[in-house]
């Protein structure tokens, strides 16, 4: 059984206090992404920051999606329907499985496969797909429905992914079967990327 992770498209990240252009331009293949999964019975998660007062994270990145406020709201084009397969997850740190009971939800459910979109493919996409190594579940990233900042090199963030944590790195075309939606006609992120089959490693 699948799951469908989205890290961290809310308001604060996308068009707020950490606003990211790069994520903007991801929202319309996420939606395909996300109308497929929903359609096709996967597990679904939205994996969101929710910060506190104190929290560590806010030394580095300064005050962002504080638990309550709308800068912690997923964006509308993405709207959550919260329900027994459809799990709005709220973070205090990088990953999603980082004190949250997300594996133990997960589990009861049968997933077995996560696949993490969203942002950042060098932080919170990386993080989670940890968390999803250690606890034994297969990763699969598409590589044209995450990002990274601006000056981040996207396809040495996905070739980490791959190569120290095994994910397979895909599009949401071969997700979905369908053709991805890239906004204003230009190439996605990632799209010099070429996957290969996951590293073995000699002993």
């Not at 469908?4 to 319309?28: C, K, S």
């Not at 994996?47 to 509308?76: R, Y």
Request: proline share 6%.
């Amino acid at each position: 059984m699948k799951a469908l992770v989205i890290v961290d498209m809310l308001e604060d990240f996308v068009d707020g206090a950490l606003a990211n252009p790069r994520a903007q331009d991801i929202v319309p293949r996420l939606q395909g992404l996300l109308e497929r999964a929903r359609a096709e019975g996967w597990v679904v998660v939205f994996s969101n920051d929710a910060h506190l007062p104190g929290d560590p994270e806010l030394d580095v990145w300064g005050e962002h999606a504080m638990a309550g406020t709308p800068g912690a709201q997923v964006v509308a084009e993405l709207e959550p329907r919260p329900g027994e397969r459809e799990l709005v997850s709220p973070k205090r740190a990088y990953g999603a499985f980082d004190g949250t009971g997300l594996d133990e939800e997960l589990r009861a459910l049968g997933v077995d496969e996560v696949v993490v979109a969203g942002q950042h493919t060098h932080i919170c996409v990386r993080h989670t797909a940890y968390g999803a190594l250690i606890r034994g579940y297969r990763i699969a990233v598409p590589r044209d429905a995450v990002c990274a900042f601006e000056g981040v090199d996207e396809d040495e963030a996905l070739e980490y992914l791959r190569s120290v944590y095994g994910a397979r790195i895909t599009t949401v075309a071969e997700l979905t079967g369908s053709v991805p939606v890239s906004a204003g006609g230009e190439r996605p992120l990632g799209a010099e990327y070429e996957a290969g089959d996951v590293l073995t490693h000699e002993p």
